[in-house]
């Protein structure tokens, strides 16, 4: 099994979701995250004055899956989420050793 955990911008999750609902991805976890990587935040003027924002808002997706189709998951988020400036994100694939799900007692593949 494979964790795939998904940084994006907020406003391509709709997309996300519904292009990962259509290959069949019955789960996943969504939350809102701020962090900063190679942009290092940006600055904005509020009622005339200027000032840095450091952390940028972003949506972390974290889904779970079969080895077989984690990396069809990486190739939906990776086209949904591009729009081809800074910030779009990054996706990590983690692997994950095993899984319960806590009402039943299955594990594996069939707790996800």
């Known amino acids: 099994m494979k964790k795939i955990e998904a940084i994006i911008k907020p406003f391509k999750l709709d997309e996300v979701k519904e292009a990962l609902n259509e290959i069949g991805v019955q789960g996943m976890t969504i939350t809102e995250v701020k962090g900063y990587g190679r942009q290092k935040g940006h600055k904005e003027i509020y009622r005339g004055a200027e000032y840095v ?3 940028t808002p972003k949506m972390k997706i974290e889904i779970v899956s079969d080895d ?3 990396s069809k998951i990486v190739e939906v988020i ?7 400036k800074l ?11 095993d899984a319960i799900r806590i009402r039943t007692g299955e594990t594996g593949v069939d707790a996800v």
């Open 53 to 55: 924002v450091d952390f």
């Open 87 to 97: 910030g779009d994100g990054k996706i990590f694939i983690i692997p994950i050793e």
């Open 68 to 70: 077989a189709l984690a």
């Open 78 to 84: 990776q086209e949904a989420a591009n729009t081809g």
